[in-house]
């Protein structure tokens, strides 16, 4: 019944809204966001420039007076929930171009078309959770993946290696037994182990649409003979044999990462269910440059240590010889953020190149900026196009031919060399 008295708000990740909280509701809310950025696994780590780590909030409520408060989600889109509010955070992009961005990542599963349409009108959890059980339900209509596993018990018939101390103060104690080190073949291994954990935590999760925990409660019935997640079992990858798990497990992952943030705090509670953006995004941009531009240039992530200094710079991308880049996921630039802008130059600076590029997004057709220069440094933008009715898909390719023409312009300036194909 405490579900059912939840009042729903949607907010926009990185985007303040004004609403209407109960005090000791906004400070749960701000609790919890400095516990999400306690949690430096989770949230990510931002270098200062003196090298310190800086750490964000992830939640930010400031009052604004009447009962009112300014709330902020930073660069997370799932949902939280404190006392009797539930907050339902979307991208700041389209969610269709965000999922894909994710895949192009590689550690989400490409889109179904059958789950497509909900991409565009559910909130994200909702969307992944029944990604998921749609997943592992098509992966239970067949058995369940068994291995060897090693395990250890107290046997009357000797089995495998005997443990000689563990026997003999069985004696002692006056048990009859045998301490056994064997093997067993059974479906309790690593793969059921995380796909079972995900079941239980959305089955555990109150706020989780009550279809959605049905089907999360059939999918931990059919795995009763599965045990308990172990940490280990998060690092467990399928192969050509466990194909079938690729995506549900994929998807379990994210569940695991995103549920389990909750606090409680006076007469109030909070609960976050959240999908960090930032890392994934950039992940997937440099990998679609990586491919679009291959026989160009090369693509990747490089840090360098500063000359005589502990400082290190850290680019999102390095293209291979001549200049240096940066993700920003941010949308809508009418004009160059100087912040953005300078560290940019200093990237430059550091791997002594003359051009640098910086990637953002836009939501309609406009125009790339102008160019910046700083001295001897230029500074362009490349922009993903997530306008309404431009698919993903098209999206890409208008990516991946701005950056080509971009990086023939400056290979033109700086008579460097065409890379063998």
């Not at 059919?222 to 994929?250: C, F, I, K, W």
Request: glycine share 8%; net charge neutral.
């Amino acid at each position: 019944m405490a579900v059912a008295t939840l009042r729903t708000e949607t907010l926009v990740e990185s985007r303040p809204k004004v609403l209407e909280l109960e005090e000791d509701e906004a400070e749960t809310l701000n609790a919890l966001g400095r516990k999400l950025a306690s949690d430096r696994g989770w949230w990510g780590e931002t270098g200062g420039e003196d090298g310190e780590i800086e750490v964000r909030t992830a939640v930010r409520c400031s009052p604004v007076g009447g009962g009112r408060w300014s709330v902020t989600v930073d660069n997370a889109v799932g949902t939280v929930s404190a006392g009797g509010v539930q907050l339902i955070i979307r991208p700041k992009i389209l969610q269709t171009h965000l999922l894909h961005l994710f895949a192009k990542a590689g550690s989400w599963p490409r889109m179904d078309e059958s789950l497509a349409p909900l991409s565009i009108d559910s909130d994200l959890v909702d969307l992944v959770v029944r990604w998921y059980l749609s997943a592992v339900e098509r992966l239970l209509r067949g058995d369940l993946m068994r291995d060897y596993r090693e395990t250890r018990d107290d046997l009357e018939a000797v089995r495998g290696r005997i443990d000689a101390i563990g026997t003999t103060q069985l004696l002692y104690s006056g048990r009859f037994a045998a301490v056994c080190d064997f093997e067993v073949f059974d479906v309790d291994i690593a793969l059921n182990r995380v796909l079972k954990a995900a079941a239980r935590a959305i089955l555990g999760n109150p706020v989780m649409a009550p279809e959605s925990r049905r089907r999360a409660e059939r999918v931990a019935v059919r795995m009763d003979e599965v045990g308990t997640m172990r940490a280990e079992d998060l690092d467990v990858s399928t192969d050509r044999r466990t194909a079938a798990y690729y995506e549900p497990l994929l998807l379990a992952r994210h569940i695991l990462a995103a549920q389990g943030r909750s606090l409680s705090r006076g007469g109030a509670s909070a609960r976050a269910f959240l999908f960090r953006t930032p890392e994934l995004v950039e992940k997937g941009v440099r990998n679609i440059l990586l491919s679009g531009l291959v026989d160009l240039c090369e693509v990747k992530k490089e840090g360098r240590q500063l000359e005589a200094s502990t400082l290190r710079i850290n680019p999102d991308l390095r293209f291979d010889p001549v200049a240096v880049g940066d993700v920003k996921y941010k949308v809508n630039w009418g004009a160059w953020v100087r912040s953005d802008l300078y560290q940019s130059v200093a990237f430059a600076a550091g791997f002594r190149v003359d051009y640098a590029v910086i990637v953002t997004f836009c939501d309609d057709s406009r125009d790339d900026l102008i160019p910046a220069r700083f001295g001897d440094v230029i500074v362009e933008q490349l922009q993903w196009r997530g306008v309404p009715g431009f698919s993903p898909d098209m999206a890409e390719l208008r990516f991946i031919n701005d950056a080509r023409a971009w990086w023939v312009k400056i290979r033109a300036q700086t008579a460097q060399p065409v890379r063998p194909g």
